[in-house]
Nanobody, 127 residues
């Protein structure tokens, strides 16, 4: 059974930084990618960033490029999202997601296609 457990959400000031963590278990094959999806009530889910397990390839949404950094620690079975220069529009419920196979921008553009989801961690941004 695949499990994804997020942590690190909370309150951050505009312009501040926050790091989200996702601890995973149960992924049986080497070829997979893990990423972050966010959702604001009343809006569509948005793919934020994703990273491939082996190659370390990354993709980012244009809205976070240059501000957020996704990384992985394969020994710790964890993926991280370093959020810098946080903006009010970054406030959302952030889900850790995973999918087997190669990574492409299509995955971020179609976030609902991710098969494995965590429970989410909320990020609140104060002005």
């Amino acid at each position: 059974e695949v499990q994804l457990v997020e942590s690190g959400g909370g309150l951050v000031q505009t312009g501040g930084s926050l790091r989200l963590s996702c601890a995973w278990s149960g992924l049986a094959f080497e070829d997979y990618h893990i990423g972050w999806i966010r959702q604001v009530p009343g809006k569509e889910r948005e793919g934020v960033a994703s990273i491939h397990s082996q190659k370390g390839d990354t993709v980012y949404a244009d809205s976070v490029k240059g501000r957020f950094i996704i990384s992985r620690d394969t020994t710790a079975n964890s993926v991280y999202l370093q959020m810098n220069d946080v903006k009010p529009e970054d406030a959302a419920l952030y889900y850790c997601v995973a999918e087997y196979g190669p990574l492409s921008r299509w995955n971020l553009e179609n976030p609902d296609e991710y098969y494995y989801w965590g429970q989410g961690t909320r990020v609140t941004v104060s002005s």
